[in-house]
């Protein structure tokens, strides 16, 4: 079965650090899109970063320069470092799996993890 | 950045009903589409991708259409389950993919 879990949300506070994770399995990280998406509280979705399977990797404009996207792929872990932490990012972060980034236009995302909080206050 | 609209932002409907959520993207996007259902305190789920193509255990009352930058998801029968938020992304012209803002589902 093909399944996400994310892990390491919590409290912090302005400018603090935060470290999440996300573990895959039924599938490899490292062959697909890895996205992570984001959920304030009561509001939409929206995109914060993806990583393709050769280790580029793209971010919202709200946290470029401030988040980083990695992936372990001998644990078969994303992860997303999230440092200069402001209210403004407190939200459900999911990670969500894209398509084969060997392909285009395949960056739908299924499935999705169950997300974990981070709130910054 | 392509910006998508969806409209109406809440849809009272009765169970049964047939509904037609909206979906308009500020410029092209192909046919680069895809829809999510979320219930509340649960991770959106896949419907819809490429337009029109069911996800994997997606009923078949769920449809989408469209091309371009007008969209639609087609309820053909409401179900209880069906009440939820849906949203719809381009994934066409990216970074950054985006959604739209949502369509909440209510019970009338």
């Known amino acids: 079965e093909v399944q996400l879990v994310e892990s390491g949300g919590g409290l912090v506070q302005p400018g603090g650090s935060l470290r999440l994770s996300c573990a895959a399995s039924?599938?490899?990280?490292?062959?697909?899109?890895m996205n992570w998406v984001r959920q304030a509280p009561g509001k939409g979705l929206q995109w914060v970063s993806v990583?393709?399977?050769?280790?580029?990797?793209y971010y919202a404009d709200s946290v470029k320069g401030r988040f980083t996207v990695s992936r372990d792929n001998s644990k078969n872990i994303l992860y997303l470092q999230m440092n200069s932490l402001r209210a403004e990012d407190t939200a459900v972060y999911y990670c969500?799996?894209?398509?084969?980034?060997?392909?285009?236009?395949?960056?739908?995302?299924?499935?999705w993890g169950q997300g974990t909080l981070v709130t910054v206050s | 950045e392509i910006v998508m609209t969806q409209s109406p932002a809440t849809l009272s409907v009765s169970p049964g009903e047939r509904v037609t959520l909206s979906c308009r993207a500020s410029?092209?996007?192909?046919?680069?589409v895809a829809w999510y259902q979320q219930k509340p305190g649960q991770a959106p789920r896949l419907l819809i991708y490429?337009?029109?193509t069911r996800a994997t255990g997606i009923p078949a009352r769920f449809s989408g259409s469209g091309y371009g930058t007008e969209f639609t998801l087609t309820i053909s029968s409401l179900q209880s389950e069906d009440f939820a938020v849906y949203y719809c992304?381009?994934?066409?012209?990216?970074?950054?993919?985006?959604f739209g803002q949502g369509t909440r589902l209510e019970i009338k």
């Open positions: 992304q381009q994934y066409d012209n990216w970074p950054p993919i985006t």
């Open positions: 490429s337009r029109s």
């Open positions: 990583i393709y399977s050769g280790g580029r990797a």
């Open positions: 039924g599938f490899g990280v490292s062959s697909n899109f």
């Open positions: 410029q092209t996007v192909s046919s680069n």
């Open positions: 969500a799996r894209g398509g084969d980034s060997a392909m285009v236009n395949v960056n739908w995302f299924d499935p």
